[in-house]
């Protein structure tokens, strides 16, 4: 760091709620999970497959989900890489009905 960077201090800014960011129009979990999201601290933001745990996504885990009328893409293929980002969660991720191959 540069040794004269304590002459400049940036101004305090208080938070503003995501609520009102957004407005009334966006649903309110999409709110709440950008909140979990656009965390300052890494150890206390979501991580990316406790994202998809969220209850937003919850519509794309029931069996025939179709988006727009076309069927969503194999969303439930994990690589073992990425569930070992996120131990336990498997059971979680991947809906009981899914029967898609293993990689």
């Not at 709110?31 to 209850?55: A, G, N, T, W």
């Not at 991720?93 to 899914?98: A, D, E, K, R, V």
Request: with cysteine; aromatic share 10%.
């Amino acid at each position: 760091m540069n040794p004269k960077s304590d002459e400049f201090k940036l101004p305090n800014v208080k938070a503003k709620a995501w609520s009102k960011v957004f407005g009334s129009k966006v649903d309110p979990l999409a709110v709440d999970l950008i909140s979990k999201i656009m965390v300052y601290s890494p150890q206390k933001r979501l991580k990316p497959l406790e994202i998809l745990l969220h209850p937003y996504f919850n519509d794309i885990k029931v069996p025939n989900c179709k988006i727009n009328g076309k069927p969503i893409p194999d969303l439930f293929n994990f690589y073992p890489e990425e569930l070992a980002t996120c131990p336990g969660l498997e059971d979680k991720l991947i809906p009981g009905w899914y029967t898609g191959k293993k990689m």
